[in-house]
């Protein structure tokens, strides 16, 4: 063997030596181990002085590399600090850690996410990663008719949910792809993973589903009955806006801990007053009553109320008022679709923020300006309605904003803005165009 192979033999088990102490993170914490790293690196910078063969140069300067990168100081950030880091980093738009689309029109479906982009660095925070099962139970399941999804991406799917561990809160969002077309050709591969979910349905923390979603879904293989004893957090909305006249009460197993909870559509008759009535918050694209009153009644210990459209339906509550103490936030939207006499017969004395925003409204053209008819009309409106409601509880608002710009890009007039706003006592109000 001549000099020049021996010469190479040496550097390259150099550099083994310190790409395994990078991969494994040995970080010099002493005085002494960092002084002689820092000798050593001026020992291979002379070499490269010296050095003219370029497979030797080559070696040598990513032997240089690692060492320098053995000196980084986040190398000594401790593990529980670097998970933090990465639990954060973890958390981009639109807010699921692991995501994955079925239905592209080829078998390109592929996992995606911000925690795969941790896991490519370096074997060092591949490692950390791997270990850390929070930033393993955060999962968007986009589906529709296609579902090509290769075998091997449902297989990794699974390993990633497995990553997750037993006991770390889940929190799982379940859509459908296409627009009007909500079936779902689930296959094999598929239904392990809905399996497998199932299975881990002691820690769902947080529950998003798009309505449409359950259709096509053989009730054998998905049951009703399954406890979600963790379950805090709940949001049932329609795709498209599309209010669903389907029975919620069905979809809703056991769920002592549910404390927020989104329905596209809600009305008297639904039986779900068990749910309903530990609720902390409650939003509702649609809600079919008689009543604010009667709605609140089932929810005593509500904080925060979101209705965006009211319609009118028959239910047997009658009360002359009802006072609700514990409600806090009201957000509401008028529109056409909000039915008038509906807070007639309520009052919210412990009231400290309102938030009124404006959906389709009658919009009428003549020939001075454009003016919204909803406000010219000689009866009240919602808008007055609700006004009557707040005097009416006799609570002191600390935040009042109203949102002029309706759903369809119009402007609410500014008088009527302000007569409603210069009607509440002492409110802190902001008028703003939009959400």
């Known amino acids: 063997m001549d000099s020049s192979t021996t010469r190479l033999s040496v550097f390259q088990k150099t550099y083994d030596e310190y790409i395994a102490k990078i991969r494994h ?15 050593l690196i001026e020992v291979i910078r002379n070499e490269l002085r010296r050095c003219s063969d370029r497979d030797d140069c080559n070696l040598l300067l990513r032997t240089l590399e690692c060492q320098k990168s053995l000196l980084s100081p986040i190398r000594k950030l401790p593990p529980e600090i670097l998970d933090e880091i990465f639990r954060i980093a973890a958390i981009r738009p639109p807010g699921y850690n692991i995501r994955l689309n079925t239905n592209t029109p080829d078998t390109n479906s592929r996992l995606r996410g911000s925690v795969f982009t941790l896991t490519w660095v370096c074997h060092w925070w591949r490692h950390q990663t791997i270990a850390q099962p929070a930033l393993w139970s955060s999962l968007s399941l986009q589906s529709g008719a296609n579902n090509r999804a290769r075998s091997e991406v449902w297989a990794f799917l699974k390993e990633c949910i497995l990553r997750s561990g037993d006991f770390i809160p889940l929190d799982l969002q379940l859509a459908p792809c296409i627009s009007g077309s909500p079936a779902i050709n689930f296959n094999s591969d598929a239904w392990d993973i809905f399996n497998l979910l199932i299975d881990q349905a002691h820690r769902w923390r947080a529950l998003d589903v798009i309505s449409g979603y359950r259709h096509g879904l053989p009730e054998d293989r998905f049951s009703y009955s399954i406890s979600l004893p963790s379950l805090s957090m709940c949001n049932n909305s329609q795709r498209n806006g599309s ?9 809703f197993p056991c769920c002592p801990s549910l404390q927020i909870l989104g329905l596209a559509y809600l009305r008297p008759t639904h039986n779900i007053y068990e749910i309903l009535r530990g609720l902390s918050i409650l939003e509702l694209e649609t809600y079919k009553g008689c009543s604010v009153a009667h709605l609140l009644g089932r929810c005593p210990l509500l904080r925060s109320l979101t209705i965006q459209k009211f ?34 017969a309520i009052r919210l004395p412990n009231l400290t923020k309102l938030e009124i925003s404006f959906g389709d409204l009658a919009f009428a053209y003549n020939e001075s300006e454009d003016r919204m008819t909803y406000f010219d009309k000689e009866d009240k409106n919602v808008l007055d309605e609700v006004q009557e409601m707040v005097v009416r509880s006799q609570c002191i608002l600390e935040i009042m904003r109203v949102y002029t710009e309706t ?29």
């Not at 002359?320 to 056409?336: A, E, K, Q, S």
């Not at 369809?408 to 939009?434: A, T, W």
Request: with cysteine; net charge negative; glycine share 4%.
């Open 311 to 344: 319609h009118l339906d028959d239910d047997s509550f009658c009360s002359p008022c009802y006072t609700h103490t514990n409600l806090l936030t009201l957000n509401v939207t008028i529109g056409d679709s909000f039915a008038m006499g509906v807070w007639d």
């Open 243 to 251: 209010a669903s006249d389907s029975l919620p009460e069905k979809s």
């Open 407 to 435: 759903s369809d890009g119009f402007e609410v007039p500014s008088d009527v803005v302000d007569v409603f706003i210069h009607s509440i006592p002492r409110p802190r109000s902001n008028v703003l165009p939009r959400r």
């Open 25 to 39: 993170n040995q970080y010099p914490f002493s005085s002494l181990a960092r002084l002689q790293l820092r000798s």
